[in-house]
């Protein structure tokens, strides 16, 4: 194996993630909900201000002949006291014992909606406030559609202003409801929904007697429970090129890395060219007197020399030859317009991505939706997409563009449009034109393919798990993917990962139909190990078309309305969690059903053009159950009430004595077809 692969596996001592996790939190909501007066409060109580600075602003409050407000700590701009609004993203960090924030107080009104995107967009979590007396607005259903497409999956609710009806829990209640099911139409499940008054400090910090009726969290405990986000030191290498200079002899390839790390010696690929070099030297700023470092990593701007000549330009984007950047000239994004023009088809825009900027035409325009009155979808309008709206739109460019899919790589996965030198929208790629991509997995002949699993199965056969786990990562080139759906098997691997903090993509699918059990082992496991795990979930517009066709329950009363609503559940989201992988790992025990009694430690999938790893294939129910109490691994309620294996909860159910472990699973269909009897190929099940 290359040395600068084994790098990729144990990241640089330097470049290690602090011992105190940082979780950057957007604070979003209708204009005059309470944010700024929240943050301003949080800081307070925590002791986040700097000496004298409360005491300051309240005598620059007594000057100007206007009472005092909590948000003129996060309203910094003059304008701003005025006009009593948030124009601007404010960032300021704040500390626990437990966490290191950074809070993003983003603008609520309409006008500046663009910079709330702008907040949001660097956020691994969110606070949503509503007022409870105003209660749920147009603005409120925006912010909550523009987290979903930011792909912010921590939610916390606060109900603020409770003061305003009298800490009445028959209010908190009516606008938690509300509020939920807008966020369940979303897939979005909040962590908590908190009844606060920031003016006052009732459950920012301390439970008051006024809410004694509330038994959840407080503000500051429910943000130490947000997962960070993956360390980006963790991720695959991307280094956008800012610009190239020449010094006397020395060409230097500068730029800011954007994820993962780099070290004198390692092989790097320049996307969308595909050309190699090997990396000669790392140069930093300040010069280093010819004593330059050995590696760099995320966050670190940063020039590097190359063993050869290689044409590169502002925009190229350098990752590491065995996990390159993919690439094209067709991109499909999920796009955010905020132009008061609306978007057409066959209009022309600037494309950004990172450095690069490029041409591009609109192709096509779909599955458009004005999330402030999502019953007024804008479908119509064919071919157009309004001021506010969401839609997909792909666009065909007039130079190939590095990009991540988003889901794969936040930081190298969003887009920006330009129309006349001017933001005109944003968003997040989807996908790029496969024919163009270059991606980090060449594609391996069936029979070639085969031979590595036969090979790879003989060398893991006699390791331990953990062992196996480590040489599954050591032996494997690319992206490998873990797909849990928070069973025991799946638990067992998870803690070996995290243990030997292994670089491997934890996913799961959510279906929008899991067991609560499920989601709360999911958020006691991310706690547990301090990670997040990826959700990849329906596509909005296909869960909508199958509801159309089928109903809600449909699947309850044919085998083709169970195949339908598995594909769009979970066939088509598991293809978008092993896009581009080269190793795919599951929990399949031999044990489980007769359908997996011939499975192997390591399959060649042909479909998929990847190896897949069941390295639990030779364990016993029992022998997990051991493992997992010894360790103290988080284990799902649903084992206890006689739940083998765990499903979506329509179609799951706890297993009889004497039935094999997998006879609860998809129990409507033949006995023959346990083994993702929904799952198999279109020409079969049909």
């Known amino acids: 194996m290359n040395a600068h692969v084994a790098a990729e596996v144990v990241i640089p001592s330097k470049l290690q993630v602090p011992s105190r996790p940082l979780v950057r939190i957007v604070i979003v909501g209708h204009v005059d909900h309470g944010k700024s007066t929240l943050i301003g409060r949080l800081l307070s109580e925590t002791g986040g201000l700097p000496d004298g600075k409360l005491d300051e602003l309240k005598a620059v409050s007594t000057r100007r002949g206007m009472p005092f407000e909590w948000s003129f700590l996060l309203d910094a701009l003059q304008t701003e ?126 439970r008051t007697p006024a809410i004694g009726w509330y038994r959840g969290p407080t503000v500051i405990e429910a943000l130490d429970r947000f997962a960070p986000e993956r360390p980006a030191t963790a991720l695959p290498l991307r280094l956008p090129v800012q610009a190239v200079y020449r010094f006397d002899d020395r060409r230097i390839v500068a730029g800011r890395i954007q994820s993962g790390f780099i070290a004198v010696g390692d092989e790097i690929a320049v996307a969308p060219s595909g050309r190699r070099a090997i990396v000669r030297s790392i140069e930093v700023w300040p010069g280093n007197d010819g004593a330059g470092p050995r590696h760099a990593g995320a966050g670190q701007s940063v020039g590097i020399m190359l063993d050869r000549e290689l044409f590169i330009a502002r925009g190229d984007m350098i990752a590491h030859a065995q996990r390159q950047a993919p690439s094209g000239r067709r991109l499909k994004a999920r796009v955010f317009w905020l132009h008061d023009s609306p978007l057409a088809t066959g209009a022309s825009v600037s494309v950004r991505i990172g450095s690069a900027e490029t041409r591009g035409t609109i192709a096509k325009i779909g599955n458009m939706l004005d999330p402030g009155d999502q019953s007024a979808a804008n479908r ?28 794969v790589s936040p930081r190298t996965g969003r887009i920006v449009l330009d129309v006349g030198g001017y933001i005109a929208g944003g968003g997040l790629v989807l996908a790029l034109d496969d024919e163009s991509q270059t991606f980090a997995v060449a594609a391996e002949k069936s029979q070639a393919l085969a031979a590595r699993a036969a090979s790879l199965d003989r060398a893991l056969a006699g390791l331990s798990l953990a062992k196996r786990l480590a040489a599954i990562r050591e032996g494997l080139d690319g992206a490998i993917v873990f797909t849990t759906s928070f069973g025991l098997e799946d638990q067992v691997i998870l803690h070996h990962i995290c243990d030997a903090a292994l670089d491997i993509d934890v996913v799961t699918l959510d279906t929008g139909r899991l067991f609560p059990e499920t989601y709360t082992v999911w958020e006691e496991t991310e706690r547990r190990y301090g990670r997040r795990i990826r959700a990849i979930y329906p596509h909005q517009a296909a869960l909508e078309d199958l509801i159309a066709a089928q109903g809600i329950n449909g699947f309850y009363y044919a085998k083709q309305a169970r195949i339908a609503c598995c594909d769009v559940r979970k066939v088509e989201p598991l293809k978008r969690a092993l896009a581009g992988a080269r190793g795919w790992i599951t929990g399949l025990r031999a044990e489980q059903s007769a359908d997996r009694a011939q499975v192997g430690l390591v399959m060649a999938d042909r479909e998929r053009d990847l190896l897949k790893f069941n390295p639990l294939v030779d364990w016993s129910r029992p022998a997990l159950e051991e493992l997992a109490s010894a360790h103290e691994v988080p284990i799902n309620a649903l084992h206890q009430k006689g739940f083998l294996s765990i499903g979506c909860a329509p179609c799951t159910r706890a297993v009889r004595s004497g039935e094999p472990e997998r006879a609860g699973r998809w129990w409507r269909e033949d006995g023959t077809k346990k083994e993702c009897g929904l799952h198999v190929a279109a020409d079969a099940a049909r």
């Open 380 to 407: 119509d309008a064919v071919g157009h997409l309004k001021q506010n709206h969401i839609g997909d739109v792909e666009i065909t460019l007039a130079d190939p563009i590095a990009a991540d899919q988003y889901e």
């Open 81 to 206: 006291r005025d006009q009593g609004i948030t124009i601007d993203t404010s960032q300021i960090r704040f500390r626990t014992p437990a966490r290191e924030f950074v809070l993003i107080d983003a603008p609520g009104h309409a006008e500046f909606l663009r910079n709330m995107v702008t907040g949001a967009s660097q956020a691994d979590a969110a606070l949503l406030l509503v007022d409870v007396a105003e209660g749920v607005r147009e603005q409120t259903l925006r912010h909550v559609y523009l987290l979903h497409l930011l792909g912010i999956r921590q939610v916390v609710v606060v109900i603020n202003k409770m003061d305003r009806v009298g800490y009445d829990d028959g209010r908190f209640r009516e606008i938690a409801t509300e509020i939920t099911a807008h966020l369940a139409d979303l897939g979005l499940k909040p962590a908590a929904v908190i009844p606060i008054s920031a003016r006052h400090g009732d459950g920012v910090v301390e």
